[in-house]
């Protein structure tokens, strides 16, 4: 009498133990829909391996989105790095209770950073000790060749012409440029299509060439 096949413990559900060279992001730092719902399903049971590994890879995502919109500047008591941790807080408590509904877990993660952002200038707006402009749109200058060239050649005219833009275009840019995602990581974070990504993008930056074209004449 053969004996019965042996089954394996936890058979029905896997463990990532996220130490492993496999459970860390993927070489090209891309935030992609297959990487994160698992990890985000993990942290959210409260898995601690998983919620530290979560906040390695949205942290610099979240960054450099606030130092993108916040051009840099610190907001009286606040920097754009106070405000993106306070964004990584907030993302960490709204995990228990974040369904996935077949959407990206990214488009979660923007909503609460452009929030946290809007409600660090309505502070400083309240503080009449330190009146603030509106809300800079111009890109962080860093080594990316694209933003370096953006900076040369419009210098401090490239965040009024932003902020000249639709909402929705000056997010396009910032994404696409200051944070460097891809158009589908764009589309994701934005609850739209890379199609559409591209297409506004490809607007946008008409509409730029085209005021930056007026304004020499």
């Given amino acids: 009498m053969t004996a019965p096949p042996r089954t394996t413990e936890k058979s029905a559900s896997v463990v990532r133990d996220y130490r492993t060279p496999e459970s860390l992001p993927r070489p090209s730092g891309r ?34 989105y606030c130092r993108a919109r916040m051009g840099g500047r610190d907001l009286s008591y606040l920097s754009a790095d106070d405000v993106a941790q306070e964004v990584c807080l907030a993302v960490l408590k709204a995990l228990p209770d974040y369904q996935d509904r077949g ?15 809007a409600d660090a200038y309505r502070a400083v707006a309240r503080d009449r000790s330190e009146p603030v402009p509106e809300l800079p749109e111009r890109p962080l200058v860093g080594n990316e060749p694209e933003t370096r060239a953006l900076s040369l050649d419009l210098g401090a005219r490239l965040g009024r012409l932003l902020a000249s833009l639709p909402r929705v275009q000056q997010e396009i840019l910032t994404l696409r440029i200051a944070v460097g995602f891809s158009a ?9 299509s890379a199609g559409n990504v591209r297409v506004t993008q490809h607007r946008a930056l008409t509409r730029l060439r085209g005021m930056i074209r007026d304004e020499e004449f």
């Fill in 31 to 64: 935030l992609t829909k297959e990487d994160l719902d698992p990890l985000v399903k993990d942290a959210g049971e409260g898995n601690p391996a998983a919620i530290h590994s979560l906040l390695q890879m949205i942290e610099p995502v979240v960054v450099r």
């Fill in 103 to 117: 959407g990206s877990f990214l488009y979660l993660v923007h909503a609460i950073a452009a929030n946290k952002v």
């Fill in 184 to 192: 589908s990581e764009t589309a994701e974070a934005l609850g739209i």
